[in-house]
């Protein structure tokens, strides 16, 4: 299975596969929150859904549950199924070099690489969200940044510097979160963000500010 990333791609969210039957009509793809899940790997093998998955097994420090040596040895185990079209490793863990053998295990099964960060306090500076973005699609070959706003302004930041790279050619994936941010989700495709994320149980949202899957293919759809 693949991805095109070249164009905006729906992820439903979910640590349950099980699941993805009720994410079809709506989603392009799963996130497969690994780090969410009791026993991932047993999971990918058993996975027989239409949609292609994205692998997260995201670290304690950015809004996830996972933790220990064993984390980025199990994502780049899960690149291995055919199912997974690709993986998302936290930008930090590249740069530090502890996520490389992760990412070249991906690339050598055919799966793309998202760089992601997140930023749970805030919103930080233009020049530093261009950075990280800049940072993010050189060692994965789409960028992702997720912050936190607190007030519109924030969101016009993210949203501009979102335009200024996809308009440099740079993949980039990214999302305000957090109820002033909301409407980011929504709109920034528009500013030529890649991805967007929803979960497909509502009740299970796996960061703030979420919309359903099937509102948020909506609104996108009537803001194209």
């Given at each position: ?22 994410a ?41 549950e ?13 690149a291995?199924?055919?199912?997974v ?82 308009s440099?050619g ?26 967007g ?28």
């Open positions: 299975m693949s991805i095109d990333f070249e164009s905006f791609v729906l992820a439903a969210a979910t640590a349950d596969l099980s699941e993805e039957s009720l079809r009509e709506h989603a392009d793809c799963v996130e497969f929150r690994m780090d969410l899940a009791s026993e991932p790997l047993t999971a990918l093998a058993s996975y027989t859904g239409d949609l292609p998955l994205i692998a997260t097994n995201r670290d304690e420090n950015e809004g996830g996972a933790a220990g040596e064993r984390r980025l040895g199990d994502l780049g185990r899960a291995e199924f055919d199912s079209a690709a993986v998302d490793i936290e930008l930090a863990a590249l740069e530090s070099g502890a996520g490389e053998a992760a990412a070249t295990d991906a690339r050598e099964h055919g799966a793309s690489v998202i760089a992601s960060t997140h930023d749970f306090e805030g919103t930080p500076s233009s020049d530093e969200m261009r950075g990280m973005l800049e940072r993010a699609t050189e060692y994965g070959d789409i960028g992702k940044l997720a912050v936190t706003a607190s007030d519109p302004g924030d969101v016009l930041s993210l949203l501009s510097v979102t335009d200024e790279l996809s440099e740079r993949r980039v994936a990214t999302m305000a979160m957090g109820e002033a941010g909301r409407h980011s989700r929504a709109v920034a495709p528009i500013y030529g963000s890649r991805i994320y929803a979960p497909v149980v509502p009740e299970n949202a796996t960061a703030p500010g979420q919309y359903d899957l099937a509102t948020l293919r909506e609104l996108i759809e009537r803001l194209k």
